[in-house]
């Protein structure tokens, strides 16, 4: 006898995840559709292999504070961005999606703005995408197969930045976005300080480590 269980009817808590196997691409999309947009839950999916992970508040906080920096940071660049969120980003031909924790268009912003709904035969992979790894690690497959060029992921209390090369995701002590700003040290930093300031304060400190740099950087030109 074969038991049929709808996936709403798995209850995933928060800080754990549930791993479905042997799923196919017509089953990720029913799933999908089942468990509908507005819910806390995330979703990976490569191979055949669903993931559902509930995150935990602490996975929430680092998310909404790396992305406010980073927001920040293009800011006082001065440079145009779009951001999707934890959009769903899928790709039958690759067998792969992903939710990120956060993800930012800047090189390809303008074919983002006014987007209502994703086809990933035609639009772009974000530029940048944010993970924070707390109970489980991200799907790196389904990034590298949808070619997301850069991967922000907070681990252990530490920032580090993989950058895609030749489909492979390699760490670098650089961002590709930003190759003369030391983005580890300064976003680490204010991660660190977040545990004893509020957020807004860490922002405005932030901010200020930015002009700095900026201007360090230019007056050594």
Not at 167 to 177: A, I, R
Not at 182 to 199: D, T, Y
């Amino acid at each position: 006898m074969v038991v049929q269980v709808r996936v709403s009817q798995i209850e995933v808590l928060p800080g754990q995840r549930a791993v479905l196997h042997d799923i196919a691409w017509a089953e990720f999309e029913e799933i999908i559709q089942e468990l509908g947009e507005h819910r806390a839950t995330r979703i990976a999916y490569f191979d055949e292999t669903l993931e559902i992970r509930m995150p935990l508040p602490e996975h929430e906080r680092a998310k909404v504070i790396i992305g406010d920096l980073l927001k920040i940071l293009l800011d006082e660049l001065g440079q145009e961005w779009e951001s999707l969120g934890s959009s769903t980003f899928k790709k039958q031909i690759m067998q792969a999606g992903i939710e990120p924790d956060d993800c930012f268009y800047i090189k390809n912003y303008a074919s983002m703005i006014g987007k209502k709904r994703l086809d990933m035969n035609v639009d772009p992979p974000p530029d940048l995408a944010i993970e924070v790894d707390l109970t489980s690690d991200t799907q790196i497959s389904a990034y590298e197969a949808l070619g997301v060029a850069e991967i922000w992921r907070y681990k252990n209390a530490r920032l580090a930045i993989n950058l895609l090369e030749a489909g492979c995701y390699v760490e670098s002590p650089h961002s590709l976005l930003f190759p003369n700003l030391p983005i580890i040290e300064g976003i680490s930093q204010c991660l660190k300080r977040s545990a004893e300031i509020p957020m807004s304060a860490v922002r405005r400190e932030f901010s200020q480590w930015v002009r700095e740099e900026v201007r360090e950087i230019r007056r050594s030109r």
